[in-house]
């Protein structure tokens, strides 16, 4: 948009948020509620990395991580595939080993119902702080409370997921479990190779992601937030203050700093004394035309890794993981390979005049966020790491960062996501 960015005036920096994505945004947003005077920081453009081209939901039913007993169990199965739900690059595999192993640790039952636990509670302050965002930012008619179905192709595959979805059971998701006409009605045109689903009432979509991050930064502007155009080199604790030095040269003083870089903060927070092992998921999908095909809600292709997400701007067809860090080129063989499955999914899709595109999830092993301190000084804030969930829990991770820098008590446990939980 025009005039995206201010240029640097001699009025000081309350607090500086490094990263304009939905994270940041929400940071902001739940800072000015509380008086603060927010200035955010952003290397590229205003929410065009992981905020851009995500499947849009409001997820707050999905609680359990992505070690889950019955996602690994499929991890070699879809390793053997290059264009499966999930892929290393053999040359990244070095590189990635020490995160894999804590991916699996993540899965033991002790840590992941502890997991589960800190989810739960995230995802509901999330649900309840995302609520007062939209009213505030007036971004209402951007949210459809449609539902989602998550989709099985056997009886086999829906009983594989029972115990996911007593979990959510006992974390209040409501849920139905639906086959032959049921199925038909709330998602007609399917594939008749699906033999069940499960219909998630409470599950809500945007619009479309993009928009939505923008209409949270135009309500930002209007209650004078500031946006600078800035690669963030270094963050240091400077006196009574934080001192930010940019790529370009300059030098930024604010009382506070939050660090919400999504894939890119871990370039920061390591001179800072935070060894955090974050990694990056790129998800890719195709943005097909509207009316490419008539869906009523987000279809979830669990087996296979990605969804369908009908949108203002078009249906979006994408998801999977690819573990293949921040420098390697796309492969959007990824996204033709999801498009494929999609249109025997939905034997009426039009696949014609797609856009396709690849964004950067920052991922940590536990699928938890780091929400905290850094260890060379509380005025220095992380709120990053939110993997495929960013959009989901935005505004819960804003509201838990606006605690930290005006320490006030924070809204639930912070030690499940706190930056020094790793070891080794």
């Known amino acids: 948009m025009a005039n995206e960015f ?79 739900p999930l892929s290393i690059p053999p040359s990244y595999l070095p590189t990635i080993l020490p995160w894999l192993l804590r991916f699996w640790r993540a899965g033991w039952p002790d840590r992941f119902k502890h997991s589960v636990m800190a989810q739960s509670a995230l995802m509901g302050l999330a649900e309840s702080e995302m609520a007062l965002l939209v009213a505030e930012a007036g971004l209402a008619d951007m949210v459809r409370s449609d539902g989602s179905i998550e989709l099985y192709e056997s009886e086999a595959e829906l009983m594989a997921s029972e115990a996911g979805w007593r979990i959510r059971t006992e974390h209040g998701v409501a849920f139905e479990h639906v086959r032959g006409e049921r199925l038909a009605e709330l998602q007609p045109g399917l594939s008749p190779h699906f033999a069940a689903g499960t219909f998630v009432p409470g599950w809500k979509t945007v619009s479309d992601p993009h928009h939505f991050a923008l209409g949270v930064a135009a ?117 033709a390979a999801m498009l494929a499955k999609a249109a025997r999914f939905l034997p009426g899709l039009k696949t014609e005049d797609g856009r396709q595109w690849m964004g950067f999830r920052p991922s940590l092993p536990d699928s938890l966020p780091v929400i905290g301190p850094s260890r060379a000084s509380p005025r220095i804030v992380y709120a990053f790491g939110n993997g495929h969930l960013g959009l989901t829990q935005s505004a819960g991770t804003g509201r838990l960062a606006a605690d930290l820098v005006c320490a006030a008590p924070p809204a639930i446990a912070l030690a499940p996501f706190s930056p020094q939980r790793f070891r080794g």
């Open 219 to 335: 309500h930002l502007r209007k209650a004078g937030a500031r946006f600078l155009q800035g690669e963030a080199a270094a963050v240091a604790p400077q006196g009574q203050g934080v001192e930010i030095s940019l790529v370009d040269g300059r030098r930024l003083s604010a009382a506070a700093v939050v660090i919400a870089s999504g894939a890119w903060s871990k370039r920061l927070t390591g001179p800072l004394g935070d060894r955090i092992p974050l990694e990056t998921e790129r998800g890719y999908n195709t943005t097909l035309p509207v009316g490419a095909f008539p869906l009523r809600r987000q279809l979830i292709f669990g087996g296979h890794g990605f969804v369908i997400t009908p949108m203002a701007t078009g249906l979006r067809v994408g998801g999977a993981v690819e573990l293949g860090g921040l420098d390697l080129p796309p492969n959007y063989a990824r996204s």
């Open 6 to 84: 201010s240029e640097l005036g001699a009025e000081p920096i309350d607090v500086a948020i490094i990263g304009a994505g939905i994270i940041g945004l929400a940071v902001a947003q739940k800072l000015q509620a509380r008086g603060r005077s927010v200035t955010l920081i952003e290397r590229g453009a205003v929410a065009m990395g992981a905020s851009f081209g995500n499947a849009g939901a409001f997820a707050f039913s999905d609680i359990l991580p992505l070690a889950a007993s019955g996602k690994l169990r499929r991890v070699p199965g879809w390793l053997l595939d290059p264009l499966g």
